[in-house]
């Protein structure tokens, strides 16, 4: 499938009040129009695109759906077609979730483990309209998409895998330098950074555990970090730079629970074309100082749709 990377996030928030304060003061984001159908929900602009992260009314904080972007109309109907020759329920958008959105046409899928995933195409945007919430240098979201995610899941069965590298055409990067099970996967089309999207096993655990988003430069790193201090916001890993990323970053935790990790490209991505092993997570700094699960991950009751719920249980009866 020709992916580019990740397009937007949507999430469920018990506190939308908190995300409206630290969305623009802490993270620079730019607060956008939500749209006429959707007036309850707060939608963030980190580029030009009509939005990047959605958040949407909920009585818990839990990552709702990732929003993938195909190149086009042609890349997006043959993705289409590719799902439903491999048996994938998927659900087409209809013009008003497609409106709410912003884009021309999207379908909307399950991973194995019971994550809500949509593709889409031709996300409405303004060149040049990007605002940030405060002074700040911009973030990356281009070719790359807009940055990435990790999920805790608590199975981790051999059609994930498969579903992420042989169906959507990722590509497998790794299990990184991490303890445990886990897995790093990038879009076909993403050759920027090291992943997309990863997951991690939590047994009796689910949930998002970060979200990176890359900045500009140092300086929007550096600065958001004394904000995050300054705010005595709590912090789970201090300044450093991974072992497998030219990047320096750092992760604090969001009024969601889950951490955001702000990333710099120090050098262009290596594109090393081989499967790393790192023999430690980081060449410098990232020393844990807070809890590496915020509370964001909890039960599979918890943070789980009724649907996604029914698929984990299939999936352990089948096992």
């Given amino acids: ?72 109309k042609l890349e997006f109907r043959a993705a289409t077609q590719k799902f439903r020759d491999a048996g994938v329920q998927v659900t087409v958008g209809d013009a008003a979730l497609c409106d709410i959105r912003g884009v021309k046409e999207l379908i909307r899928f399950r991973d194995p483990v019971g994550n809500q995933h949509e593709l889409f195409y031709g996300q409405k945007w303004m060149p040049r309209s990007f605002m940030p919430g405060r002074p700040h240098g911009g973030f990356v979201a281009d070719a790359r998409g807009m940055g990435h995610a990790v999920i805790i899941t608590p199975e981790f069965p051999p059609e994930l895998e498969s579903f992420f590298t042989e169906l959507m055409g990722f590509h497998y990067y790794g299990a ?47 600065e958001t970090y004394d904000i995050v201090k300054k705010r005595q916001l709590p912090i789970m890993m201090t300044l450093g730079a991974h072992a497998q990323d030219p990047h320096v970053s750092f992760y604090h935790f969001s009024p969601g629970g889950f951490a955001f990790e702000v990333i710099t490209e120090l050098e262009p991505w290596h594109n090393d074309g081989f499967e790393l092993n790192p023999e430690k997570l980081s060449t410098w700094g990232h020393e844990l100082v807070g809890p590496i699960l915020g509370a964001s991950v909890r039960t599979p009751e918890e943070v789980l749709d009724e649907e996604g719920l029914a698929i984990l249980e299939r999936l352990r009866q089948k096992a």
């Fill in 1 to 72: 499938m020709d992916i580019i990377g990740m397009g937007y996030l949507g999430f469920e928030s018990s506190n939308l009040e908190a995300w409206r304060t630290y969305g623009p003061e802490v993270m620079g984001f730019q607060i956008g129009s939500s749209p006429e159908a959707d007036r309850d929900s707060l939608y963030f602009r980190l580029d030009d695109r009509r939005h990047r992260l959605a958040f949407h009314p909920g009585k818990v904080d839990r990552l709702a759906y990732v929003g993938w972007e195909a190149r086009g």
């Fill in 176 to 222: 990184g330098a991490g303890k445990g099970k886990t897995a790093f996967y990038r879009a076909k089309l993403n050759n920027e950074t090291s992943h997309d999207i990863a997951f991690g096993h939590g047994p009796n655990k689910a949930g998002i555990q970060h979200v990176g988003l890359f900045v500009k430069s140092l300086r929007d790193v550096g």
